[in-house]
Nanobody
Framework: QVQPVESGGGSVQTGGSLRLSCAVS????????MGWFRQAPGKEREGVAH???????TYADSVKGRFTISLDIAKKTLHLQMNSLKPEDTAMYYC?????????????????????WGQGTQVTVSS
């Protein structure tokens, strides 16, 4: 089973940058979708960005132009470069993986019952 493990979270000031990484262990299918989600205290989980195994990307409007998702297929590692961070970006960030589906090309993708989630990494942006 695929197991994502996140790293790279931390605390920065407004306008700063962080780079999150998600290493995937276990068997990975040829075609898949991976992405980042976040959840702030008292709020629902929301999608941040996701990418398919061919490199097609989708971003939430709130992060467009500031965040960049990328995939190192050889290393089976997903990255999220976060620039111009704002206090409202403060949240626990989760990496997710699932088999490729048409939802990977929409703004509403989320892993299904056979998908995998990481444990999360905390991002805190102070004003």
């Amino acid at each position: 089973q695929v197991q994502p493990v996140e790293s790279g979270g931390g605390s920065v000031q407004t306008g700063g940058s962080l780079r999150l990484s998600c290493a995937v262990s276990g068997y990975t299918p040829h075609s898949y979708c991976m992405g980042w989600f976040r959840q702030a205290p008292g709020k629902e989980r929301e999608g941040v960005a996701h990418i398919d195994s061919d490199g097609a990307t989708t971003y939430a409007d709130s992060v467009k132009g500031r965040f960049t998702i990328s995939l190192d297929i050889a290393k089976k590692t997903l990255h999220l470069q976060m620039n111009s961070l704002k206090p409202e970006d403060t949240a626990m960030y989760y990496c997710a993986h699932d088999l490729l589906s048409l939802d990977c090309y929409s703004g509403s993708w989320a892993p299904g019952t056979l998908g995998s989630w990481g444990q999360g990494t905390q991002v805190t942006v102070s004003s």
